[in-house]
């Protein structure tokens, strides 16, 4: 019952170690990347996304919100959410673009 390491079983070892090590990293890049919101491919899915967060007291927090194009102050508690800016209203692309506008 003699075990001795040849240069083989040191180098199958090795490979597997760095295959294994390689799986995990290629797992925790796709998770990180669908926890984000975009798809594999990079697309953006997400319609609400956080921009800022700021802590003003132990459960109090201000965050800034994007929805679509319109972004949103928002007050968060442990009880409560509420809107600090007004929602901006909607404005269609093609009203507010001077291109579209004819003299």
């Given amino acids: ?3 001795v390491w040849t240069l083989g079983d040191w180098l199958q070892y ?6 294994v090590i390689g799986l995990l990293l290629a797992l ?3 998770l990180r990347k669908l926890q984000g919101g975009s798809s594999l491919l990079g697309k953006n899915t997400q ?8 802590s003003v007291g132990t459960r109090q ?3 800034l919100i994007r929805v679509d194009d319109r972004e949103v102050l928002i007050g968060v508690t442990a009880q ?3 809107v600090l800016t007004p929602w901006p209203d909607a404005c269609t692309p093609d009203a507010a ?3 579209n506008t004819t003299p």
């Fill in 28 to 30: 925790l890049w796709t």
């Fill in 47 to 54: 319609r609400m996304q956080t921009l800022e967060t700021l």
């Fill in 14 to 19: 090795l490979f597997s170690f760095i295959f």
């Fill in 97 to 99: 673009s001077p291109e």
């Fill in 80 to 82: 409560n959410m509420s």
């Fill in 61 to 63: 927090k201000i965050m």
């Fill in 1 to 3: 019952m003699n075990s």
